[in-house]
């Protein structure tokens, strides 16, 4: 379990994080979400204890990661920065770290076949592809096999190759019962490997629940109808005291009612209808919008996204 | 302490495992040899024309032994290297990820660092013995079993070695190699030199870190110099433990 309390960190007068505590429980993926700059690797870089907190802490398996023994068994890391030499080859990159920590060299290889690299591990790091470096990133934090992963944006970068076998590698390590925290900025990336999501934004948290939760509640459902019949479907609504829009292609949008309510008033009172529907504001602006207030880099000049691509 | 020899297993790993590292040993061996070889060898055919005061303070030990000086820019390179490297490549992250301990970290790369650059010393400084008494020629050149061969022999690795950790302080320090030896160097290697060379600076400039050093190399001390070998080598020893604290005050303080 990794647990953060209360967790400040400042840089001069910017705060990077703020106040910020949350759990991430054992046997499913958390999603760590924010938009750019809201504090997500530095809240995994204090984690780490490669970065000191102005106040707070986090722990892992109730204690500081500094005190851990063999940390590498216990914790493993994918950070954003570089934490390669570039001169290195990629199997003594892995080699060193297997020694550091008393993990058997033969977990190298192993390692390097899980993420696919054995056919570059004499490659220098400097000559590695960004998808080739991302995979060795991985290895270096599979290495010793821990239950608990640490990863920061592991998709930056991939091709959509690299994205599906990371998602797929992400489940099967929460599928073997690892306690994972991975951030994004992406919430569509996030609805497809989370079950848990931790959303920040300035360093502070915003949301802290499941997805489904997260979904229900912030995607501003409605339903949509579609009608020749405008004016009297607009009267049936109004006198059942549901309140109706125009959406933007001209359809009826119903705010407040059920699809079933809407249907059971339409079937009532015998209007010709050709679409009845349930509608979501996709996740991702359900995301913007949560985080709307804090984002740091905003074009002021318009909306941050257009209105009307509702569904 | 079995955390501390993983530790140092880690660093050694790295050490051999990158051409910057491997190859400053090499070279501070090969610039040692053939510069011994040649001042050798020069000397060998000079020494008929020196004055006789030349001849009478002609010291073998200490002639062959200038050759070091440049071998021990390569080596104080390895030291900034080792060190700085880890903070110019970010390996440092992954680093303290593997050993999250800053003391520990910092005591296996220091034991790392200084236990090679004492190998190495001791292979170069004999090497380059034997490459310039061979070269001088057997007329007049000392024999390990010389009065004072031997010790100057221990001062010049000694020496080195100190050398090289002091370095490795002064990089955890600057954590930029470029910087480090930006300033070591020219320090090392020419301003002590000059200020070690005029006379009313002389007094001080002796107390610069190599410049105490070397006065062990000396077969016997000179007369301008307030240190002997032993004080020498004492400071050396005040300024490298300094540098190493000053490094490993950086290091705790080190956020990233
Ligand atoms: N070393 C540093 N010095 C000064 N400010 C920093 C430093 N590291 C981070 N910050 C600031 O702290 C804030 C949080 O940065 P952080 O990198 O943690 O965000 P993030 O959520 O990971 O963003 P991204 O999605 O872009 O990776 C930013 O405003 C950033 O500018
Ligand atoms: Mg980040």
Known sequence: MIEVHHLTKRYGAAVAVDELSFQVRPGQVTGFLGPNGAGKSTTMRVIMGLCRPTSGYGLIDGRPYPELERPLRQVGAFLEAKAVHP?????????????????????????????????????????????MAQRLGLAAALLGNPPVLLLDEPVNGLDPEGILWIRGLIRRLADEGRTI???????????????HLIVIGRGRLLADTTIDDFIARNSRSFVRIRTPEQERVRDVLTAAGVEARRGPDGAIEVVGASLEQV????????VTVHEVSMRSASLEEAFMQLTADSVEYRDDAGPAFPAGRMG | MSALSSAVSFEMTKARTVRSTVWSLIFCFLVSVAIALLFGWVLRGAYDDMSPEGKAGFDPVASGYNGLRLGMIALVVFGVVLVGSEFSTGTIRSSLAAVPDRGRFYAAKIITGTTIALAVSVITTFATFFAAQTAI???????????GALQATMGAIIYMTLL????????????????????????????????????????????????????????DPPESTVLNGWTGVGLLTLWTAAALFAGYAGLRRWDG
Request: charged share 15%.
């Open chain 1, 263 to 270: 249907g059971e008033l339409i079937g009532r009172h015998h």
């Open chain 2, 137 to 147: 020629g057997s007329a007049r050149n000392a024999s390990i079993t010389d009065q």
């Open chain 1, 181 to 195: 925290l991975v951030s994004s900025h992406l919430m569509s990336e996030m609805a497809l490997t989370a079950s």
């Open chain 1, 87 to 131: 001169g290195r080859s990629v199997y003594h990159h892995l080699a060193g770290l297997a020694k550091s920590n008393r993990i058997p060299e033969s977990r190298v290889n192993e390692t390097l076949a899980l993420v696919g690299l054995q056919t570059v591990a004499r490659k220098r790091a400097a000559g590695l592809s960004l998808g």
């Open chain 2, 164 to 219: 090289c950790t002091f370095s490795m302080g002064v990089a955890a320090v600057l954590r930029s190699p470029a910087l480090s030896l930006g300033i070591l160097v020219p320090l090392f290697f020419m301003v002590s030199e000059i200020l070690n060379n005029l006379p009313g600076v002389q007094k001080v400039a002796q107390f610069l870190p190599d410049a105490a050093g070397q006065i062990m190399m000396r077969g």
